[in-house]
């Protein structure tokens, strides 16, 4: 267990539907990522917060946004769903501002289909 | 041509054998991070390299900045080690990029 979570474990939804994935990072880490795994296109990086700013940004289409509150958790809002947008969904966290060069600790991830 | 390319895509091997899986990049990198999915898919990072060599229990990780290249190595491999090995590497502040990944099977 990381000490990472995220809610839900399963998300099925329509196309054009808009869903919020919830990660809380592990006790003091400060950064929190988010990444997309996908059967097509494997593994990508969509954007890092720390301390509640954003601090790097992948691979992030405009339909999704996210944000860390001031208690450090983060959501991934995903609006105008479509089919392609069905994957897994990971958040990760690390303790600073090291950015991406941290070791990162990854939750169990949220698997989205959109039917 | 992908920025990241693993070697080899797929991996059977017997317990107890020595295993390398082999990344290479064709992009300036500051760092490179190595990862394993269990097949159950949850994802643990192993390493974090910016230079040399790391060293975890029957697991090295190796880098040459210079020849753009990374290498994992398991010795004594067990079935456990069954996974898909990734590599990511970060160009920049900015930007990670992830290879295919390398799916390992031991077999008992």
């Known amino acids: 267990d990381s000490g990472v979570t995220q809610t839900p474990k399963h998300l099925i939804t329509a196309t054009g539907q808009r869903v919020t994935l919830r990660c809380s990072p592990r006790s003091g880490d400060l950064s929190v990522y988010w990444y997309q795994q996908s059967l097509d296109q494997g593994l990508q990086f969509l954007i890092q917060?720390?301390?509640?700013?954003?601090?790097a940004k992948g691979n992030i289409l405009e339909r999704f946004s996210a944000q860390q509150f001031p208690d450090l958790h983060s959501e991934l809002n995903l609006s105008s769903l479509e089919l392609g947008d069905s994957a897994l969904y990971f958040c990760?966290?690390?303790?600073?501002?090291?950015?991406?060069?941290?070791?990162?600790?990854f939750g169990p991830g949220t698997r989205l289909l959109v039917l | 041509k992908n920025e990241v390319e693993q070697s080899p895509q797929n991996l059977t091997a017997q317990e107890g054998e020595f295993i390398t899986i082999n990344c290479s990049y064709s992009?300036?990198?500051?760092?490179l991070h190595w990862l394993q999915q269990h097949p159950g898919g949850g994802i643990v990072s192993l390493f974090m390299l910016s230079s040399g060599k790391k060293k975890h229990g029957r697991l090295i990780a190796t880098i040459n900045i210079q020849e753009k290249h990374s290498s994992l190595h398991i010795t004594a491999s067990h079935p456990r080690d069954s996974a898909v090995y990734i590599c990511a590497v970060i160009q920049g502040a900015q930007k990670l990029v992830f290879g295919q990944g390398t799916r390992l099977t031991i077999n008992p």
């Open positions: 990760a966290s690390s303790v600073g501002a090291g950015g991406l060069q941290e070791t990162q600790y």
């Open positions: 992009v300036g990198i500051s760092a």
């Open positions: 917060y720390y301390n509640g700013e954003e601090r």
